[in-house]
Structure formats: structure tokens, C-alpha cells
């Protein structure tokens, strides 16, 4: 069988066109599209436990560990009063939270919000343990201090930035 020029030139074509296509394409023929994947976009976790939704729960505190501020909001999906009760370490607090309401922390001004004696340092995660209505579940919570300016007024005590420069440090040691 015989092929003219033109058709065997149209096939280098062809084939040479599928073959960089696999090649540029070749990786998403096999690998998971990260995109596709659902992640919580923020500080804090996402979880749900029971009729409770949990969004963007972190803790704020201090390196001096005195106490953290849990910063977020809870959602309540069932028509029906629900109360939540978190620890954390030796500290615990629990809020109400009503039928198809929602409880934000960061707008708290009791001491709801609060959780003395937070020991992990700003940048670790602690275990926290969530309790709605009898169902319970522990998850890893990170801890931030007021780095991220959005933090800053939830600091307990307040926030006190640390010197940026060790040269400050020095001269205002060797001015003593």
C-alpha cells in the first residue's frame, strides 16, 4: 500500500500534534485536580459536630500563657436551643446557642469567650474538646497571637508587638 506524500505528511502531522498533547498533558491524565478538593479557606477550623457548625474557631492568646480568646462562629442548624461546651487544657466555657442562630465569639463581651490558662504558644495547636448535647468530638486547634492585625484587639491584655530590629535592642542596652 502505497501512501502519497500529502497523506503520510498529514499523519506525521497528526501524530506529532496527539503526542504533544500527551506530553503537556500527560500529569492531569493521572493526578487529583487540588482545586476539586473542598478546604476551609481561613485561620481557624472547619468542622461540624452534630446540628452545631463550627467556622473559623482559633484561639488568640499570648506567649505569656495567661489565658486565649476563642475568636469565630458557631451555627446552629436545628430548630431547638442547643448549648456547646469547649475546653481546652484546664480551661472551659460553654454558650448557648438558639434554634437556627448563631453565636460569634469575636462579638462576645462576657467572658463566654474566654479561656484561662491556655498554655500552648501562639503558632502550636491544642485539643480542644467540643461537647453539643452529649455528642462529643476533640479537634486540633490553632493557637495565633496578634501577629495578623484582624487578631490584635482579641489579644486578652492586649497586643505588644515584639522589637523588629535586634539593633534597637542593643541601644537601648548600651544606653544603661
Same mark, same amino acid.
Given at each position: 500500500?502505497?501512501?502519497?506524500?500529502?497523506?503520510?505528511?498529514?499523519?506525521? /502531522?497528526?501524530?506529532?500534534?496527539?503526542?504533544?498533547? *500527551?506530553?503537556?498533558?500527560?500529569?492531569?491524565?493521572?493526578? $487529583?485536580?487540588?482545586?476539586?478538593?473542598? #478546604?476551609?479557606?481561613?485561620?481557624?477550623? =472547619?468542622? $461540624?459536630?452534630?446540628?452545631? *457548625?463550627? @467556622?473559623?474557631?482559633?484561639?488568640?492568646? @499570648?506567649?505569656? !500563657?495567661?489565658?486565649?480568646? *476563642?475568636?469565630?462562629? /458557631?451555627?446552629?442548624?436545628?430548630?431547638?436551643? =442547643?448549648?456547646?461546651?469547649?475546653?481546652?487544657?484546664?480551661?472551659?466555657?460553654? /454558650?448557648?446557642?438558639?434554634?437556627?442562630?448563631?453565636?460569634?465569639?469575636? $462579638? &462576645?463581651?462576657?467572658?463566654?469567650?474566654?479561656? &484561662?490558662?491556655?498554655?500552648?504558644?501562639?503558632?502550636?495547636? /491544642? $485539643?480542644?474538646?467540643?461537647?453539643?448535647?452529649?455528642? &462529643?468530638?476533640?479537634?486540633? =486547634?490553632?493557637? *495565633?497571637?496578634?501577629?495578623?492585625?484582624? #487578631?490584635?484587639?482579641?489579644?486578652?491584655?492586649? #497586643?505588644?508587638? @515584639?522589637?523588629?530590629?535586634?539593633?534597637?535592642?542593643?541601644?537601648?542596652?548600651?544606653? !544603661?
Amino acid at each position: 500500500m502505497n501512501c502519497a506524500p500529502k497523506n503520510r505528511a498529514q499523519q506525521a /502531522v497528526a501524530a506529532g500534534a496527539v503526542l504533544l498533547m *500527551l506530553g503537556v498533558s500527560g500529569c492531569s491524565f493521572t493526578a $487529583d485536580q487540588s482545586t476539586a478538593d473542598p #478546604y476551609a479557606a481561613s485561620d481557624g477550623i =472547619v468542622k $461540624d459536630l452534630g446540628p452545631v *457548625l463550627l @467556622r473559623n474557631i482559633l484561639i488568640v492568646g @499570648r506567649d505569656d !500563657e495567661t489565658a486565649g480568646r *476563642l475568636v469565630g462562629t /458557631v451555627f446552629n442548624t436545628s430548630d431547638d436551643p =442547643v448549648d456547646l461546651s469547649i475546653q481546652a487544657g484546664g480551661a472551659a466555657t460553654s /454558650v448557648t446557642i438558639e434554634g437556627q442562630g448563631q453565636f460569634t465569639f469575636e $462579638d &462576645e463581651t462576657t467572658d463566654d469567650a474566654t479561656l &484561662e490558662g491556655i498554655e500552648d504558644l501562639p503558632g502550636s495547636l /491544642v $485539643d480542644v474538646d467540643f461537647d453539643v448535647e452529649g455528642e &462529643e468530638a476533640t479537634f486540633e =486547634v490553632p493557637v *495565633l497571637d496578634g501577629t495578623l492585625e484582624e #487578631y490584635r484587639e482579641f489579644v486578652p491584655g492586649g #497586643y505588644t508587638p @515584639r522589637p523588629s530590629e535586634p539593633a534597637a535592642t542593643e541601644e537601648a542596652e548600651e544606653g !544603661e
